[in-house]
C-alpha cells in the first residue's frame, strides 16, 4: 500500500513537473519555478532531519552556502571543472555534518539546533569577511555550468535539470522514510527512549540523516552558485536558514510532500505579495501565522486529513 | 458544432478589432522599470529615489507625458538583497516588458542586474556608486552617481592644497567602503600620497574605538579617510571625536545627506567631505550653471517630502530625466535607438554636475561636478 502510493505520489509529481514549462507565459515565472525548485530539494533533505529525525538543523543555509561557495570558488579561483567542485563540496560538507552530529548527537534533546545555528553563523560570516576569496557582500560570479562540451544555459535548460534533480531527491525521500532506516526515525522521533529499548541505534540513524540533508543541501547549493549570476552571502546566512525550516514546518513536517508545497508556496508568495508594496509583510506575516495557528500541522497534513475524513 | 466555433471565431475577431482601434487612439504607454533599497540596509538610498521616481513620473504624466505617451512605472523593492535584485530584473524584462530601467541602489544589486540586462539588451541606468559598473564599459549599462574613485581624487587634491601628504584610512570591510579603499590606493600616487595606517571594521560594528586608537598612535598621520555609508560613519566620527584626533577627518559622498549630521550630532563639526552641488544648492555661486537646477529641486522635494534632498534622491531625478530625454530624442522606445541617445547624453545639467556621456565614458561626470564641503554648526557649507 505504502508503496502504490509512493509511486503514485511520485508519478503524479513527474507529470506536474512536465507540464508546468508549458502553462508559464514566460522567463520570469520559469525563473521562479526554479527558485522554488532548488529551495524544494533542499527542503525534501531538510524535513528527512525536522520532520522524521525530529531534529532541528537552523544552518541548513549555511551548508548550501558552503556548497555554492565551494563551487564559485574552485570554478573561479582555481580553474575546476564544475561537476568536480560540486562534489568536492559535497564532499566537505558531509565530513563537516559528520564531525558536528557525531558528538553532539550524543546528547539529548536540542543541542543540535544550537551547534546547527553556531555552524551556520560561523560559515556565514567566514564568507562575508573573507572577501579575498569569496568576494565579500558583494558576492561572487561562479559562471555557467558546464559538462563535457556542454553549457547549461537560461532558465528553461534550468528548469529541466532541476525538475530532475527534485524527482530524484523526493524518491530517494520517500525510499528512506519506507525503508526500516525510516521506521526507526520514525520510532526515534515518536519517543527516543522507546527507540532505544526496542534496539534503535539512535545516535547512528540521526547522524545518518543529518549528513544526507546536509548533502542534499550542499548539492543544491552547488548548482545555485551556476544558476545565478550573482552569488551573495544572504543565501548562506542565518535568516535563510530560518527560511528554509519554515517552508517544512509551513508546508508540513514529516510529509515529503509538505515539504515541496511548503517551499513552492513561500518562494511564491513574496513574488505576488509585491502589489501589496508597503504591506507586503504584514500580509506575509499574517498568512504565516494564520496558517500556523488553524494548520499547526502544516498545510499538506491538515489538507489531506480533511478530505480523508469526509471521504469516510 | 460548426456554429458555435463560427460565433466564438467572430467574437474573437471582434475583440482583437477593438483592441487594436484602443491601442491606435491612446498610444501605447512607455514602461519605466525599477528595483530600489527602499526598505532594508540601504534604504537611505532607496527610500528617497523611490519617491523621487513615483513624484517625477507623475508630473511628467500631468504634464502630457513623453512623446504624447503616458509614462507607466514598475518598482520592485530589493530591501538591499542583490539575490533578490536578479529576480525583480528578470521580471521586469520578461513579464513587464520594460522598455528602460532605472535603479539599482547600491553597488551590489546592479551588479547582480548587469548580465541580465546585457543578455536581454535594455537600456539600464544605474544610481550606485563603484566604478566597477562602469569600467570597463558595458553596452547597455549606465550610471548618475559620481564614483568612489573621483571622491578620492577631489579628498586628494584638497589634501595637497593643505600640504598634506601621509594620511590613514579605516574603511568598511564590504561593498562601498571596500571599493572606496581599493580606490583610494590606485590614485594615491598620483597626488604623491603616502598611507601610513589601513584599518577596516564590519558595517555593523558600534564601536571602532580600537581601530582609531591604532590611527592616532602612528607617527606622521596628518589626515584621515574614512569609508563607509549609512550608520558606520557617524559611528567613526564619534569615536574620532571622542579620542580627540587632531588631524582632519574626510568622509566620502557615501554621507552626503542630513542624517549623517544627526546621527554624529557635534561630533560631525570640522569633517570634510566631496559632494555633489545639491547638498550646498544655495550656496553655489549665481555664475554656476547647476545652481537654477539643484535649488529648484531641492525646492520641490522640501515642498513635497518635508525633508531635505539628499545626493542620493537627486541620482533618481538625472537618471529618470537622463532616460526621458534620450527616448524623446530617439522618438519612441527602440532600445538600441535609446540606448545610443543615452550614450550621446552631451551638457545635460543634472543634480549631480554637467553630463557628457561618451562610448568610453558611461558616466558623464569629471572632477568639477564635486564641491569639497566642510560641516559647520549641523550644516553643510561650501568651501571650495
Not at chain 1, 537560461?154 to 519506507?178: K, M, P, Q, S
Not at chain 2, 550630532?265 to 552641488?277: F, I, K, M, Y
Request: with cysteine; proline share 4%; aromatic share 8%.
Amino acid at each position: 500500500m505504502a508503496s502504490t502510493s509512493r509511486w503514485a505520489g511520485l508519478g503524479a509529481l513527474a507529470v506536474f513537473l512536465a507540464v508546468l514549462p508549458q502553462v508559464l507565459p514566460n522567463n520570469y515565472y520559469v525563473d521562479v519555478a526554479v527558485l522554488a525548485g532548488f529551495n524544494a530539494i533542499v527542503c525534501v533533505g531538510l524535513n528527512l532531519l525536522i520532520g522524521y529525525a525530529g531534529q532541528i538543523s537552523l544552518g541548513h543555509a549555511g551548508f548550501f552556502g558552503l556548497g555554492a561557495y565551494s563551487s564559485a570558488i574552485l570554478v573561479t579561483h582555481y580553474g575546476w571543472p564544475p561537476l568536480a567542485a560540486l562534489l568536492a563540496g559535497a564532499l566537505l560538507v558531509g565530513l563537516l555534518a559528520f564531525a558536528i552530529a557525531r558528538p553532539i548527537l550524543k546528547l539529548k534533546g536540542h543541542y543540535l539546533a544550537m551547534a546547527t545555528l553556531g555552524i551556520g553563523i560561523i560559515i556565514s560570516i567566514i564568507i562575508n569577511t573573507e572577501a579575498q576569496i569569496t568576494g565579500g557582500p558583494d558576492g561572487i560570479a561562479a559562471g555557467n555550468f558546464t559538462l563535457g562540451g556542454f553549457e547549461l544555459k537560461g532558465e528553461r535548460a534550468w528548469y529541466w535539470v532541476i525538475a530532475v534533480l527534485l524527482l530524484v531527491t523526493v524518491w530517494l525521500a520517500t525510499n528512506l522514510v519506507d525503508s526500516p532506516v525510516g521506521r526507526a526515525l520514525r520510532a526515534l522521533h515518536g519517543s527516543e527512549v522507546g527507540a532505544e529499548v526496542v534496539g534503535v541505534d539512535t545516535t547512528r540513524y540521526k547522524v545518518l540523516v543529518f549528513v544526507v540533508s546536509a548533502v542534499i543541501a550542499s548539492i543544491a547549493g552547488s548548482l545555485f552558485a551556476h544558476y545565478t549570476s550573482q552569488l551573495t552571502p544572504t543565501k548562506a546566512d542565518f535568516f535563510k536558514s530560518i527560511e528554509l525550516v519554515t517552508m517544512v514546518v509551513f508546508g508540513g513536517m514529516a510529509s515529503t510532500f509538505g515539504a515541496l508545497v511548503g517551499a513552492a508556496f513561500l518562494t511564491m508568495l513574496p513574488q505576488v505579495l509585491t502589489v501589496f508594496e508597503d504591506y507586503e509583510p504584514i500580509i506575509l506575516g499574517g498568512i504565516m501565522m494564520g496558517t500556523m495557528i488553524f494548520m499547526p500541522r502544516g498545510l499538506v497534513p491538515t489538507i489531506s486529513a480533511f478530505l480523508t475524513r469526509r471521504r469516510s | 458544432m460548426t456554429t458555435k466555433s463560427l460565433k466564438i471565431l467572430a467574437s474573437a475577431a471582434a475583440v482583437a478589432f477593438t483592441a487594436t482601434i484602443g491601442a491606435a487612439q491612446a498610444a501605447e504607454p512607455i514602461k519605466i522599470g525599477a528595483f530600489l533599497s527602499a526598505t532594508g540596509p540601504a534604504s537611505f538610498l532607496g527610500d528617497p529615489e523611490k519617491k523621487v521616481l513615483e513624484k517625477y513620473v507623475a508630473e511628467f504624466n500631468k504634464a502630457g507625458g513623453v512623446l504624447g505617451r503616458q509614462i507607466e512605472l514598475t518598482l520592485y523593492d530589493d530591501a538591499g538583497a542583490a539575490d533578490k535584485a536578479s529576480s525583480f530584473v528578470k521580471r521586469l524584462i520578461e513579464n513587464d516588458k520594460v522598455d528602460v530601467i532605472v535603479g539599482g541602489s547600491t553597488t551590489g544589486a546592479t551588479m547582480a542586474a548587469v548580465p541580465l540586462v546585457e543578455a536581454a539588451g535594455i537600456p539600464f541606468i544605474s544610481l550606485a556608486g563603484a566604478v566597477v559598473i562602469v569600467e570597463p564599459v558595458k553596452k547597455w549599462v549606465f550610471k548618475t552617481p559620481h564614483t568612489d574613485r573621483m571622491a578620492a581624487e577631489k579628498i586628494f587634491s584638497d589634501m595637497k592644497k593643505k600640504g598634506i601628504t601621509k594620511y590613514a584610512m579605516i574603511s568598511e570591510n564590504a561593498g562601498f567602503g571596500k571599493s572606496g579603499h581599493d580606490e583610494t590606493l590606485k590614485v594615491q600616487a598620483n597626488y604623491g600620497m603616502t598611507l601610513v595606517a589601513d584599518e577596516t571594521y564590519a558595517p555593523k560594528d558600534p564601536d571602532v574605538t580600537a581601530q582609531l586608537t591604532k590611527i592616532k598612535n602612528t607617527a606622521g598621520v596628518q589626515a584621515v579617510i574614512n569609508w563607509g555609508f549609512g550608520q558606520s560613519p557617524a559611528v567613526v566620527t564619534k569615536n574620532y571625536k571622542q579620542l580627540g584626533i587632531a588631524a582632519p577627518l574626510y568622509q566620502s559622498h557615501g554621507v552626503a545627506s542630513k542624517d549623517y549630521i544627526k546621527l554624529a550630532g557635534d561630533a560631525a563639526e570640522g569633517v570634510r567631505l566631496p559632494a555633489a552641488g545639491l547638498v550646498v544648492a544655495n550656496q553655489l555661486a549665481n555664475s554656476d550653471m547647476q545652481k537654477a537646477v539643484v535649488v529648484k529641486f531641492q525646492k520641490e522635494y522640501q515642498a513635497d517630502f518635508k525633508a531635505e534632498a539628499s545626493t542620493f534622491a537627486g541620482h533618481a531625478y538625472d537618471g529618470l530625466q537622463i532616460a526621458l530625454t534620450a527616448i524623446q530624442r530617439a522618438g519612441g522606445t527602440d532600445k538600441a535607438k535609446v540606448r545610443d541617445e543615452i550614450e550621446k547624453t552631451q551638457g545635460y545639467i543634472g543634480t549631480g554636475g554637467t553630463v557628457h556621456m561618451s562610448p568610453t565614458d558611461h558616466m558623464g561626470l569629471n572632477l568639477s561636478a564635486f564641491h569639497m564641503v566642510e560641516i559647520k554648526k549641523g550644516d553643510f557649507v561650501l568651501s571650495d
